[in-house]
């Protein structure tokens, strides 16, 4: 069974950082595309980074590149999220998810339906 656990959550002010990390077991780490998703109540879950395992090959959402930065330690199965000069349109719910990287190939890296794990999430809130 996979478990999805993401931590690294909190309250910042505009221009502040956060780092999310996910940790991962009971999923062959290479042969999944992992992502990370944010919601808001309301609204469609979206997808703003994703990397496939095995090939490193990183996708970001053209909101969030050159402010956050995705990266993988293989050795710890371990998934983060570094996050740059936040913003208040930044804030919401942050989720982890793992997908098969036949899935995602289909639906592309940054969508939803590619994936078939998801962690519970951690709040994200930026104040101006």
């Known amino acids: 069974q996979v478990h999805l656990v993401e931590s690294g959550g909190g309250s910042v002010h505009t221009g502040g950082s956060l780092r999310l990390s996910c940790v991962a077991s009971?999923?062959?780490?290479?042969?999944?595309?992992m992502g990370w998703f944010r919601q808001t109540p309301g609204k469609e879950r979206v997808g703003i980074a994703a990397?496939?395992?095995?090939?490193?090959?990183?996708n970001y959402a053209d909101s969030v590149k050159g402010r956050f930065t995705l990266s993988q330690d293989n050795a710890r199965n371990t998934l983060y999220l570094q996050m740059n000069n936040l913003e208040p349109e930044d804030t919401a719910m942050y989720y982890c998810?793992?997908?098969?990287?036949?899935?995602?190939?289909?639906?592309?890296?940054?969508?939803?339906?590619?994936?078939?794990?998801w962690g519970q999430g951690t709040q994200v809130t930026v104040s101006s």
């Open positions: 009971g999923l062959t780490w290479s042969s999944n595309c």
């Open positions: 998810a793992a997908g098969p990287t036949t899935a995602s190939l289909i639906t592309g890296p940054l969508r939803p339906a590619g994936y078939s794990d």
């Open positions: 990397i496939y395992s095995s090939g490193g090959s990183i």
